[in-house]
């Protein structure tokens, strides 16, 4: 437009918008008169920005339209859309001022088809975890390194592969077994049910894996039926699934002991990698000889100051000797006194028994008569006159007649 007509007819001037009022106007009508729609469509050219918001385009076979999805809203989804997704939303139309593009504000996202399931899904979610299924303190915790693995999957899945190589590569010290059923039909739920009741039946292996690979939400839904997840509680084995993509969300994985997002996660949460353990057990032999040298460390410095505590290490031995000495010394001396104590004893007691010695009184003069038989005569009245007796003297002895007797009364002498 020339600039010139507004300055030449300042009336006509009043009567022009600006981009900005024109789109505004624009976009302020579209919400009117259109508000919020359902529309279906595919996915196409998905950008997840920094802020958090989805920037998408919503296309079928003859048209598209753009669409925003802003993070408090998408972050409500239980599921992560890709290109090519069929959906169903509630959004409403709108117009990006600053751009003048026409788009969706989206306001709800569903897979399309699934809203017959997904609120299926919702009421029994709800009903178990009010019963207290779901219940956090009712999980087990799966163990550190498991000696034997349990792998519940059909023999055809594309996840048994994943589990197997991501098992292979990890932990190939862990012995795996699998019991194959149906992860997809009619009675799959069923027999996923009875295969977590074998398997724990069996008791063979430390720990379960449930997994399947992605899918939609019908392909899936044996994993959304009531008596798998009733199966997941009363195991006594623990069991971690991984079902899907990591968008996907089945009522198995509120039921088991730990969700993984995919099977190749839950190959990855049951097994340490083999490297790790050993790093692990590395660190930890490090961190004990650390701690013996410390342990030892700290005895060797309080021997140290036990050491300094003692003047010396032979001042108490030396005390000991010295003390073993005198004593020596004091019994010495005291078994000389005891030695010269019975000495002296013993001459009294010979001094004593001399005044007894035979001989010695045969000194003083006196004399032992026998009689023939040999028996000592101490009485007259055992003597006739021409008897012969012998006398033992002093010095010699002599045989003797007896002339004559008298006794005391008669006149005998005391000597």
Same mark, same amino acid.
């Given at each position: 437009?020339?600039?010139?007509? $507004?300055?030449?007819?300042?009336?006509?001037?009043?009567?022009?918008?600006?981009?900005?009022?024109? $789109?505004?106007?624009?976009?302020?009508? !579209?919400?009117?008169?259109?508000?919020?729609?359902?529309?279906?469509? *595919?996915?196409?050219?998905?950008?997840?920005?920094?802020?958090?918001?989805?920037?998408?385009?919503?296309?079928?076979?003859?048209?598209?339209?753009?669409?925003?999805?802003?993070?408090?809203?998408? #972050?409500?989804?239980?599921?992560?859309?890709?290109?090519?997704?069929?959906?169903?939303?509630?959004?409403?139309?709108?117009?990006?001022?600053?751009?003048?593009?026409?788009?969706?504000?989206? *306001?709800?996202?569903?897979?399309?088809?699934?809203?017959?399931?997904?609120?299926?899904?919702?009421?029994?979610?709800?009903?178990?975890?009010?019963?207290?299924?779901?219940?956090?303190?009712?999980?087990?915790?799966?163990?550190?390194?498991?000696?034997?693995?349990?792998?519940?999957?059909?023999?055809?899945? #594309? #996840?048994?592969?994943?589990?197997?190589?991501?098992?292979?590569?990890?932990?190939?010290?862990?012995?795996?077994?699998?019991?194959?059923?149906?992860?997809?039909?009619?009675?799959?739920?069923?027999?996923?049910?009875?295969?977590?009741?074998?398997?724990?039946?069996?008791?063979?292996?430390?720990?379960?894996?449930?997994?399947?690979?992605?899918?939609?939400?019908?392909?899936?839904?044996?994993?959304?039926?009531?008596?798998? #997840?009733?199966?997941? &509680?009363?195991?006594?084995?623990?069991?971690?699934?991984?079902?899907?993509? *990591?968008?996907?969300? /089945?009522?198995?994985?509120?039921?088991?002991?730990?969700?993984?997002?995919?099977?190749?996660?839950?190959?990855?949460?049951?097994?340490?990698?083999?490297?790790?353990?050993?790093?692990? /057990?590395?660190?930890?032999?490090?961190? !004990?000889?650390?701690?013996?040298? &410390?342990?030892?460390?700290?005895?060797?410095?309080?021997?140290?100051?036990? !050491?300094?505590?003692?003047?010396?290490?032979?001042?108490?031995?030396?005390?000991?000797?010295?003390?073993?000495?005198?004593?020596?010394?004091?019994?010495?001396?005291?078994?000389?006194?005891?030695?010269?104590?019975?000495?002296?004893?013993?001459?009294?007691?010979?001094?004593?028994?001399?005044?007894?010695?035979?001989?010695?009184?045969?000194?003083?003069?006196?004399?032992?008569?026998?009689?023939?038989?040999?028996?000592?005569?101490?009485?007259?009245?055992?003597?006739? /006159?021409?008897?012969?007796?012998?006398? &033992?003297?002093?010095?010699?002895?002599?045989? !003797?007649?007896?002339?004559? /007797?008298?006794? &005391?009364?008669?006149?005998?002498?005391?000597?």
């Amino acid at each position: 437009m020339d600039p010139d007509v $507004n300055r030449a007819d300042p009336d006509l001037a009043r009567v022009f918008l600006t981009v900005s009022q024109l $789109n505004r106007a624009v976009s302020g009508t !579209l919400q009117r008169e259109f508000g919020v729609q359902r529309v279906r469509g *595919e996915i196409a050219s998905l950008t997840r920005a920094a802020s958090g918001h989805w920037y998408f385009a919503l296309k079928d076979a003859q048209a598209q339209v753009r669409c925003v999805m802003f993070r408090g809203r998408n #972050a409500l989804l239980d599921f992560a859309p890709r290109d090519g997704d069929e959906v169903e939303m509630m959004a409403s139309v709108s117009l990006y001022e600053a751009r003048g593009d026409y788009q969706l504000i989206v *306001e709800s996202l569903r897979r399309q088809g699934a809203g017959r399931l997904w609120e299926e899904f919702q009421r029994l979610r709800q009903r178990l975890e009010a019963e207290g299924l779901f219940d956090p303190a009712r999980k087990r915790e799966p163990p550190g390194v498991p000696r034997r693995i349990g792998v519940i999957t059909s023999l055809q899945a #594309a #996840a048994l592969r994943d589990v197997l190589t991501t098992l292979r590569r990890r932990a190939p010290y862990v012995e795996i077994i699998v019991y194959p059923v149906p992860v997809q039909g009619a009675d799959a739920g069923a027999r996923i049910a009875a295969m977590l009741r074998q398997a724990n039946l069996r008791a063979e292996v430390d720990v379960l894996l449930l997994v399947r690979g992605g899918g939609s939400i019908e392909d899936l839904w044996a994993f959304n039926e009531e008596v798998v #997840a009733r199966a997941l &509680r009363a195991s006594a084995l623990p069991v971690i699934v991984g079902v899907g993509h *990591e968008s996907d969300f /089945t009522i198995a994985d509120f039921a088991a002991d730990v969700r993984a997002a995919t099977p190749t996660a839950a190959a990855e949460l049951v097994a340490p990698e083999r490297q790790g353990l050993l790093r692990e /057990t590395n660190t930890r032999l490090r961190a !004990l000889a650390r701690a013996s040298a &410390r342990a030892m460390g700290e005895r060797a410095q309080r021997l140290d100051y036990a !050491l300094r505590a003692l003047a010396s290490p032979r001042a108490p031995v030396r005390g000991l000797e010295e003390r073993i000495a005198e004593l020596a010394r004091r019994l010495r001396a005291a078994n000389g006194r005891t030695l010269q104590e019975r000495r002296t004893a013993v001459a009294r007691s010979l001094q004593a028994l001399s005044h007894f010695d035979v001989q010695s009184v045969l000194d003083r003069g006196f004399a032992i008569v026998r009689n023939a038989e040999g028996h000592i005569l101490s009485d007259v009245a055992g003597m006739r /006159t021409g008897v012969l007796v012998h006398a &033992r003297l002093a010095r010699g002895s002599a045989d !003797l007649r007896v002339e004559g /007797t008298r006794d &005391r009364s008669e006149g005998s002498e005391d000597l």
